[in-house]
């Protein structure tokens, strides 16, 4: 059976002119499972995906997750 990871996504897009950063954490099971979460969870307050830059997706430990959430699902 394979194990849940946490991934970190880092990236931006533009709205309205403006540039926003986004740093967001998920659990999947594969990196491109995480990044689909991710850009669903962007593209439903109406950014397109061609606005959306993603600059890093890294998996991480327990440890290192800044998201309560997680690490209360992952303990």
């Known amino acids: 059976m394979s194990e849940i990871k946490i ?3 880092i990236g931006n ?3 309205n002119h403006k ?3 986004f740093r967001k954490e998920v659990r999947a ?3 491109k499972d995480a990044l689909e979460k991710v850009l669903s969870q ?3 307050i109406g950014i397109y995906r061609r606005q959306i830059n993603i600059q890093e ?3 991480i430990s327990l440890e290192e997750s ?3 959430l997680i690490r ?3 303990e």
């Open 29 to 31: 099971l594969k990196e």
């Open 72 to 74: 209360e699902l992952s």
């Open 7 to 9: 991934f970190r996504i």
């Open 57 to 59: 997706v890294k998996e």
């Open 19 to 21: 540039k926003y950063l």
């Open 13 to 15: 897009y533009k709205k």
């Open 42 to 44: 962007i593209t439903s």
């Open 66 to 68: 800044q998201d309560h």
